[in-house]
């Protein structure tokens, strides 16, 4: 079992940076792939990126391709998302998950652990 905590969220104005982070408990963090899912209000919640156990493979939605940049440190069982010029549509909680069922995750699967999310506010 694996405990998620997200950080780094905040108000910010459209093109900005913000780096998300999520930090897991537990000593087999690298046994874990790792995704990040959004949800803004009134709307489902969407994969955003994602990361293979080992890092070594990256995965991302479309619409944050070449803005998003997810990466892992195994060593300290955080996994973090960097986001470069934000847009207002970018507004969601997001979310990070964790599997060690399935190779990587980007859709919500069943047995996935999940942290408790952090707002992103983009303003135009």
């Known amino acids: 079992q694996v405990q998620l905590v997200e950080s780094g969220g905040g108000l910010v104005q459209a093109g900005d940076s913000l780096r998300l982070s999520c930090a897991a408990s537990?000593?087999?963090?690298?046994?874990?792939?790792m995704g990040w899912f959004r949800q803004a209000p009134g709307k489902e919640r969407e994969f955003v990126a994602a990361i293979k156990r080992s890092g070594g493979n990256t995965y991302y939605a479309d619409s944050v391709k070449g803005r998003f940049t997810i990466s892992r440190d195994n060593a300290k069982n955080t996994v973090y998302l960097q986001m470069n010029s934000l847009k207002p549509e970018d507004t969601a909680v997001y979310y990070c998950?964790?599997?060690?069922?399935?190779?990587?995750?980007?859709?919500?699967?069943?047995?996935?652990?999940w942290g408790q999310g952090t707002q992103v506010t983009v303003s135009s």
């Open positions: 998950a964790a599997s060690n069922s399935r190779g990587v995750v980007t859709t919500a699967g069943g047995d996935d652990y």
């Open positions: 537990g000593r087999t963090f690298s046994s874990y792939a």
